[in-house]
């Protein structure tokens, strides 16, 4: 497998990754550091979302801006959660980026008719044609080159605001790119990746440490990806709207942050697990239960490349979809998650899952029915 690295922190240059319950602390130095995979300033944020959005989204999730200091950069699982909740908010997939107006499940009907094409070849392809056909602001169109095949994210005539597109446009291409893992159910890494001009390389990006290899040229984007993944089968995992990639993105993630290679199995996970899974305790007690300090459980996890909030989040969310596949109603499934009622787990499940528990519930019937058929 590739190793994935980031890309390195330029001279003069320090950052402060700004910390919300899913992120881990980071600080560069000028000397050693890099920057974290797909981590992007506060400014990038500000830009693509509009300064008074952006604040809103950065208040309600714990994430701001300091009024002091170094600039700070934000995770790209954070910043992922940001537009689940924009979109969740305002209905609109575009994020006010786009010419017009994206409703909720424009790219999910796009993705949906890529996984029914026979292989990644085929898919890509389709890809284009589903995408000219929605109107979205974004052209993709599939080229060959000697180092692979090319796929080519750029903005339409109509588009007003050129450079907030190019963000929006890099979001679009770091989404698909987690569509393509999930339905082939393969860790597929890009030979190269070209980043646009347009944006400010002192702003990150959200698809460094995708691949070894990286430029910065022209407008638009570019995934170059190795002639052998073109005849990987799709439909290998169901494509099911905004939970399929945002589940594929967890697992890259991970990766990521394990430089590049997907970390080995480790015993403490697993038994700390089981213990949140059995009863889920406040960290110091789930050590104390575990015969070590809390501080020995927080850096043995943290080796392990994860944490005890990852780690009872997943237990949670894998808890809720397995309560969602039974008949009982919602509010026994609120009681069963210890929330307080069916509002609070309406907002968990949009949380976890990016859908509503009743869409959950009526999409899992219709793929149920679809295999039986």
Not at 105 to 110: A, D, G, L
Not at 152 to 158: C, D, L, T
Not at 217 to 242: E, I, N, S
Not at 351 to 360: A, N, Q
Request: aromatic share 6%.
């Amino acid at each position: 497998m590739n190793r994935l690295k980031p890309a390195p922190l330029r001279p003069g240059q320090e950052a402060l990754l700004v910390q919300a319950p899913s992120s881990v602390a980071w600080e560069a130095s000028n000397e050693a550091e890099r920057w974290p995979p797909g981590a992007i300033s506060m400014r990038y944020v500000e830009d693509f979302f509009g300064p008074t959005t952006a604040r809103k989204l950065l208040g309600e999730t714990g994430l701001q801006r300091p009024p002091t200091g170094r600039p700070p950069l934000v995770s790209s699982r954070d910043f992922w959660q940001l537009c689940l909740k924009n979109i969740n908010a305002g209905d609109d997939e575009g994020h006010g980026c786009a010419p017009r107006k994206l409703p909720k499940s424009t790219w999910q009907m796009i993705f949906s008719g890529v996984n029914q094409m026979d292989d990644v070849g085929d898919g890509l392809r389709h890809f284009c044609a589903l995408v000219q056909a929605a109107r979205t602001g974004v052209v993709v169109t599939v080229g060959y080159g000697r180092n692979g095949v090319h796929l080519n994210y750029s903005a339409a005539p109509e588009v007003l605001e050129p450079v907030r597109f190019e963000r929006y446009l890099e979001l679009i291409a770091l989404v698909f790119h987690c569509v393509l893992l999930w339905v082939t159910g393969r860790h597929i890494v890009p030979v190269q990746i070209r980043l646009s001009s347009l944006l400010d390389e002192a702003d990150g990006s959200l698809l460094s440490g995708l691949c070894a290899s990286t430029l910065r040229q022209a407008h638009g984007f570019t995934m170059v990806y190795d002639r052998r993944d073109m005849k990987l089968p799709l439909g290998v995992r169901k494509y099911q709207r905004w939970s399929s990639e945002t589940n594929a993105f967890e697992e890259l993630y991970v990766v990521l942050a394990a430089g590049g290679e997907s970390p080995p199995p480790s015993a403490i996970v697993e038994r700390v697990r089981q213990v949140v899974a059995s009863n889920p305790l406040p960290l110091q007690d789930l050590a104390l239960a575990m015969g070590m300090s809390c501080a020995t459980l927080q850096r043995r996890l943290r080796e392990a490349g994860t944490s005890y909030r990852e780690i009872a989040r997943d237990v949670r969310r894998d808890r809720l979809i397995a309560l969602l596949a039974t008949d009982i109603d919602f509010d026994q499934v609120a009681e069963e998650l210890g929330v307080s009622d069916r509002r609070s787990l309406w907002r968990l499940c949009q949380e976890c899952l990016g859908v509503s528990p009743s869409e959950y519930r009526r999409t899992r019937r219709a793929d149920i029915r679809e295999v039986a058929a």
